[in-house]
């Protein structure tokens, strides 16, 4: 069963910096397209970035791009989110999911099949 561990979150001032990463098991890593997700309080799940089939694409979200990179480490079968800029709108608890591999990066969450618990990220005005 796959099983996805996210780190990383915490309280930030704005123009502040965090990583994220999140930690894969339970399954064979490059046959899995991964991506972040968020969800504020009130608002539905959203879409931040993913990664196609075997690192090919890489999508963002148009209020995260030239802000937030998202990266994969095969190795150590993990994927990060570098997140710099911050903003206090960026507040929310991250999520990290899997869904087996597409070319194309999938940006609606009910197909991704696998989650991570989240962490929150606040970021302080």
């Known amino acids: 069963q796959v099983q996805l561990v996210e780190s990383g979150g915490g309280l930030v001032q704005t123009g502040g910096s965090l990583r994220l990463s999140c930690a894969f098991s339970?399954?064979?890593?490059?046959?899995?397209?991964m991506a972040w997700f968020r969800q504020a309080p009130g608002k539905e799940r959203e879409f931040v970035a993913g990664?196609?089939?075997?690192?090919?694409?890489?999508n963002y979200a148009d209020s995260v791009k030239g802000r937030f990179t998202m990266s994969s480490d095969n190795a150590k079968n993990t994927v990060y989110l570098q997140m710099n800029s911050l903003k206090p709108e960026d507040t929310a608890v991250y999520y990290c999911?899997?869904?087996?591999?597409?070319?194309?990066?999938?940006?609606?969450?009910?197909?991704?099949?696998?989650w991570g618990q989240g962490t929150q990220v606040t970021v302080s005005s």
């Open positions: 999911a899997a869904r087996t591999s597409s070319l194309v990066v999938v940006t609606t969450f009910y197909d991704y099949k696998y």
């Open positions: 339970g399954g064979t890593f490059s046959t899995y397209s």
């Open positions: 990664i196609g089939w075997r690192g090919g694409t890489i």
